[in-house]
């Protein structure tokens, strides 16, 4: 069994698996948030969608590292290099995720409550997905 090809599906499952999870906890506080704005006659923020659907794109980063993976496999690259970088590199990507979504349901509630701050909560999302970048990038360049 080559190991090394675990990593191809472990770089594209574990970042999949953060974004589901980031993307679920967004999503169920974008819901309450938008349910107390209607309790409340108040307009419930669309802007609320952007904060679910951020921690998508780690999923695309693991696609793109996956898919490094696939060409380092091919070029006989190191089994244990490309198995550390897709269960590890998976794993952090996902993480990014997870806590991306996790940041997405405060920022969810903090601007469904008071209409502020959507530049601000952005901003702390996206320095979250710096993380899966920086780890993307870095894997693609290792392998």
Not at 8 to 23: D, H, K, N, P
Not at 87 to 108: D, E, H, W
């Amino acid at each position: 069994m080559d190991w090394g090809l675990l990593a191809v599906g472990s770089a594209l499952a574990f970042a999949g698996i953060g974004s589901a999870i980031g993307t679920g906890s967004a999503g169920m506080a974008a819901a309450g948030a938008w349910k107390r704005c209607y309790q409340q006659n108040k307009p419930a923020p669309f802007l609320l969608l952007v904060f679910v659907g951020a921690p998508l794109t780690q999923t695309i980063y693991g696609f793109l590292l996956m898919n490094q993976i696939i060409a380092a496999a091919e070029a006989n690259s190191d089994p244990a290099l490309m198995l550390g970088f897709g269960v590890i590199g998976g794993i952090a990507i996902g993480m990014s995720a997870l806590f991306q979504g996790r940041a997405g349901a405060v920022a969810s509630d903090a601007l469904a409550d008071t209409g502020k701050g959507f530049v601000n909560f952005l901003l702390a999302l996206g320095i979250i997905e710096s993380v899966a970048l920086l780890v993307m990038a870095f894997g693609l360049i290792s392998l």
